[in-house]
């Protein structure tokens, strides 16, 4: 069954967007960073902490497998590295998968991450300086990828439902 998958940087709004997309077109919404704390229990912030981010990548790419392999019609919100390892990107192009990307400018995710950092191992400990320069240069290395996917969705100065409305356009 068709998966709809929306990826992009942390704080793009995948995990909001998804929600509010899922309730409008009564398709399930599975969030792969949740899935990833439930198959291990463990927090994100935890999996990094203690085993590293590179088992976290490995994981990250089994879950996601399951997901897409899985019988039912999902919407399917990556986290914000899927992409970026383990060939994830080649997977956005599969049959039955519309992968759409969620595009925010540097200064919106900065706006959206600024106040809510703690669980994003990434950026946790980053004054606001160091964030936005993070964050400049990880978009810049990771825009490849996600430019992988099949659509693309600018959601800068966007309400949560013009973007749903936006993405329901694009399935239709
Ligand atoms: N117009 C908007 N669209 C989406 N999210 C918004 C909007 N305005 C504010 N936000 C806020 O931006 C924050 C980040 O959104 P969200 O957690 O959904 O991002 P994410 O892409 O799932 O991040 P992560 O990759 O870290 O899981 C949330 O606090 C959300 O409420
Ligand atoms: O951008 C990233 O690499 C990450 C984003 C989050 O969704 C989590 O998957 C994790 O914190 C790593
Ligand atoms: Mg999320």
Do not use: W
């Amino acid at each position: 069954m068709r998966k709809i998958i929306l990826l992009g940087y942390m704080g793009c709004g995948k995990s909001t967007i998804a929600n509010k997309l899922s309730k409008n077109i009564g398709i399930p919404f599975v969030d792969l960073d949740k899935k990833i704390e439930e198959k291990v229990n463990l927090a994100i912030n935890t999996i990094f902490e203690k085993h590293g981010e590179i088992y976290f990548r490995k994981l990250e790419h089994e879950v996601f497998i399951e997901l897409l392999n899985s019988p039912e019609q999902l919407i399917i919100g990556l986290g914000g590295g899927t992409p970026c390892y383990a060939n994830n990107h080649e997977l956005l192009k599969s049959d039955n998968v519309v992968s759409i990307y969620l595009k925010a400018s540097i200064e919106t995710l900065f706006k959206r991450l600024s106040t809510n950092k703690s669980k994003r191992p990434l950026i946790a400990n980053k004054s606001d300086e160091e964030m936005k320069e993070f964050i400049a240069m990880h978009l810049f290395e990771r825009s490849f990828y996600y430019n992988q996917a099949q659509y693309k969705v600018v959601v800068d100065d966007k309400t949560i439902d013009q973007t749903v409305l936006d993405i329901i356009a694009l399935l239709a």
